[in-house]
Every structure is written in structure tokens, then in C-alpha cells.
């Protein structure tokens, strides 16, 4: 899938309940907008079997993994010579960056849901900001993925779906196998 | 701003307290990506008070109107000449309505919860897919704005910011007035 790129995301400081939804359509876009896979530092089973659910319909081999070390995670990430790029409305400004990200063929996405430890600022190779306004993780990750594939995913098919969206002017309409 | 567009987000269905945290994100994500306002079909002060918190610090005229009936909304959104564009996984996809889309400059961009009723698939003007795949209201809501505006609104500035964050590689630099 496009061109041999490698994105995973790796979701900070999930709290279970509370953040249940927001995790859960990090995950759904992340899969949608072109990413092979989710992180998620706590064990949560229902976030990570509700994306799954969703990721066994539409198709595709999108993975979620609970429970992972951050530390490790990003450690792992480095040494195997993939880059690490940190979410936050803190850092340099998306156009301003994108170019450079883009020539970097593995990326670890660091997206925070409330509090992100400071050392993560220091870690990433990008602390990229989606505007330097606040709003939304799950926003500021569409957008990210959005320009980084350059709009391409927005119209990834999978073959091995079981559910088929079929485009449509003012209905619903869907195919099953 | 933005050669004189205007755009406002109908948030349709919202639940108070389960929807709350995600139609925060809704309008966060609608203020930061260029939208002047949101509609909101249910009371929640908590909500409305959480996003007008935030603009009153960043800045900008952004409002928030809860309590409105969705119906009236969309009909006296047309009867002023408007178009209304419906965020669905099942409408057409972004990528082939944006040019036809982006001639017209009074939007009001539709974004539902769970449900939403069937009558607005017929009221929209456009039924829009970001993506033919499950994934985020908040996420379709932010690459649609991003295209419409063509990326112009991640640079946006408010002169009456009482805060203001400067990009920054590697740490948190805000500035207060």
C-alpha cells in the first residue's frame, strides 16, 4: 500500500472508560487515513476488539496492540531507523515540516490523549503541530495522515473486505460478501 | 478571514455527557480549521462553555448555539442561499466533490453522532464520504475543512489572542497577554 510507507500509532496515556471513544476513533482513523497499526500503552480489550471488529468488515490487516512500554516502543522504533513524530499543538507547524517527514519512509505517530510526559518532547525526531491552535488528536491525526500519504488514502479499497461502501449521492448503500 | 467564506458546523444527535468529550473535539476542531460557529441540536451548557472557554483564550469571534432544531436549521440554511454538506462514509467521496464544492461559500457542514435521521441524506446538497470506511466525525470533519480551505486555516492567527503558542522544536513556548 502506497508505495512501501510504514506508519504505526502509538496512543499515550489512555485512561479505560474515559477515554474509550476518543481512543477508539484515534484507532478507526488511524486505520482509515492509511496506518498499519495502533499502540496503545494500557490494556483496554474493548477499544482495542471494537477497531478490530471494525478493521474484520472493511478489510485490511490493521493491528492494535495493548499494553506496550512508551519507552520501549519509541526506543524499539529508533534503532530499527524509523522516525518518530510527536503530535502536539506545541511544535512546528504541519506545512512548515511536511516535506521533511515525507522523505522518512517509517513513522511512529505519538498522539497523547490529556497529559504527555515531557520526555516525549525530547525523544521525537518531529513535534508537529496541526495548527498551533487547540482541538482534537483524532483531527490533528487525519490531518497528518492526510498530507503525508497526499490525500491517496482517502480512497484505499481492501479486497479482502467483507463490507463494501458503494459511494453514493443521498443514500445508503453497501456491499456484503 | 478566507476570502469571505462562512462556514458553521451542525452537530446533529448529541447525547450530554456521552457525547460530550467528542462534540467538544467537534467544535474545537471546527474553531481551529476555519469554521466561525457550531449549532448544536441538544442543550449542553457544560459543552457549549468548554469550547467558548477555550476561544475566549485563543481568540477569534467562534460561537456555539445549542438547543436549535435541526430541521430549521437546514431549511433556513437554504433559504438564504446556503449549501449544506452532510459528512456520511456513505456519500460521495471528498476527492471527487471538493472542486464543486469549494465554488460555494456559505457552507453549513452537517456531522452527526450515532444516528442520523434518514431525512438528511435528501435535505443535504452534498452527502460527502471522507473516506469510504468507518472512522471519526471529528476526524471527516477536520480533512474536510483542511480541503475546503486548502490547508490555508493550520496558519491562522487572532489578534486578540490572550494566548498565543509559538512553534517550537522541542518544547512548550506560549505567549500571554
Known amino acids: 500500500m502506497s508505495d512501501q510507507k510504514e506508519v504505526v ?7 479505560p472508560q474515559r477515554d474509550a471513544r476518543v481512543t477508539t476513533h484515534v ?3 488511524a486505520r482509515a487515513l492509511g496506518a498499519q497499526g495502533m499502540y496503545l500503552t494500557t490494556r483496554d480489550t474493548g477499544v482495542t476488539s471494537s477497531i478490530l471488529d471494525v478493521a474484520g468488515r472493511f478489510g485490511g490487516a490493521f493491528f492494535v496492540e495493548d499494553g ?3 519507552r520501549s516502543c519509541i ?3 529508533k534503532a530499527g531507523g524509523g522516525t518518530v513524530v510527536h503530535l502536539t499543538m506545541y511544535g512546528l507547524n504541519l506545512p512548515d515540516v511536511e516535506d521533511s517527514i515525507r ?4 513513522i511512529l505517530v505519538v498522539v497523547g490523549a ?3 510526559p515531557g520526555e516525549v518532547y525530547g525523544l ?3 513535534n508537529v503541530a496541526v495548527g498551533s491552535q487547540p482541538h482534537s488528536e483524532i483531527a490533528a491525526l487525519a490531518i497528518f495522515l492526510d498530507h503525508y500519504y497526499r490525500g491517496t488514502t482517502l480512497s484505499q479499497q481492501y479486497s479482502d473486505a467483507r463490507v463494501t461502501i458503494i459511494p453514493s449521492a443521498h443514500g445508503k448503500t453497501t456491499q456484503e460478501r
Open 68 to 70: 506496550k512500554g512508551w
Open 124 to 126: 521525537a525526531d518531529y
Open 103 to 106: 522523505e522518512h519512509k517509517r
Open 75 to 77: 526506543s524499539d522504533w
Open 114 to 116: 490529556e497529559k504527555v
Open 9 to 15: 500509532v502509538l496512543r499515550i496515556g489512555h485512561r
Open 27 to 29: 484507532g478507526l482513523t
